[in-house]
């Protein structure tokens, strides 16, 4: 079977120090031939490469995320474009708007988001996408640059939305949230988006699914993200990993599976 990848994982958190070599090998004893390592910070964002150098199965997004568009400056866009030019690294991110924790000024975070997506563009690189409480300025400014192709990282918008960032040509990330048993508006969201626009995330340590909630998250339980696709769109299990699989590599242009070994 074609292996999974997971293609929103925070290794960097310093909640893997002491087992990452053991999490990774987990990893690839469940199944899953990939992990995207996203940044989240300039600091992050080195030891996503750094881990992607250390890793074969690792790759990196570098990027600054909402909470800390505060910390937007000239030497956070200087780190992050030289970094932006490893060979592992597949995109920028993550960059986005949180109006739900306010972490940051929302016109700092507007800037930022536009800045970013502005620095992918002149790369030519994707952008992984964080929106929470955002949904109609997180629109409004992934409008402003339809040459840029964006994945919405653990989606939690309407369909008819997600209908809209369809035919802009865009993808969704979906995780352990969907897996919960509180989840059922989601998942009739999941149903209705094509699994030709779905990938499969962990965003470990966080968000881990049914039936392990409550302990730290790891890329080895993406599977169960791929069993409750399958579920939820009446395919096999093959299927869903087939497909995200392929939307995956297409939208980070990665290697074939073949190539890469």
């Known amino acids: 079977m074609v292996g999974m990848i997971d293609s929103h ?4 958190d310093p909640r893997f120090r002491a087992d990452l070599s053991d999490v990774v090998e987990r990893a690839q004893e469940a199944g899953v031939a990939a992990i995207i390592n996203v940044g989240y910070d300039l600091p992050s964002s ?6 992607a150098e250390r890793f074969e199965s690792l790759w ?3 990027g600054l995320h909402p909470h800390d568009a505060k910390l937007w400056d000239e030497e956070v866009q200087r780190g992050l474009l030289e970094l932006a030019g490893h060979p592992k690294v597949l995109a920028i991110g993550e960059a986005g708007l949180d109006y739900y924790y306010d972490n940051s000024p929302r016109d700092e975070q507007r800037a930022v988001f536009r800045a970013q997506l502005a620095l992918a563009e002149e790369l ?3 952008v992984v996408v964080h929106s929470r409480e955002a949904a109609k300025d997180t629109l409004d400014i992934l409008s402003e640059y339809p040459q840029v192709p964006c994945l919405l990282h653990c989606y939690s918008g309407s ?9 802009m040509g865009h993808y969704f990330s979906f995780g352990g949230p ?3 048993q509180n989840a059922s508006r989601l998942r009739s969201v999941v149903e209705g988006i094509p699994l030709e626009h ?13 039936p392990h909630r409550g302990k730290r998250n790891e890329p ?11 579920e939820i769109h009446g395919v096999s299990v093959e299927e869903v990993v087939r497909v995200t699989s392929e939307n995956t590599r297409k939208f980070f242009r990665m290697p074939d599976e073949e190539d890469s070994r």
Do not use: S, W
Request: aromatic share 8%; proline share 6%.
């Open 9 to 12: 994982a925070h290794l960097n």
């Open 46 to 51: 080195q030891c996503a490469v750094k881990l």
């Open 60 to 62: 990196a997004v570098v």
């Open 124 to 126: 030519g690189l994707p």
């Open 159 to 167: 369909l008819e939305m997600a209908r809209d960032y369809m035919q």
């Open 178 to 180: 969907i897996t919960f």
């Open 198 to 210: 779905i990938l499969l995330e962990t965003d470990c340590p966080y968000l881990t699914p049914h």
């Open 220 to 230: 080895a339980y993406v599977g169960l993200i791929a069993q409750k696709l399958a």
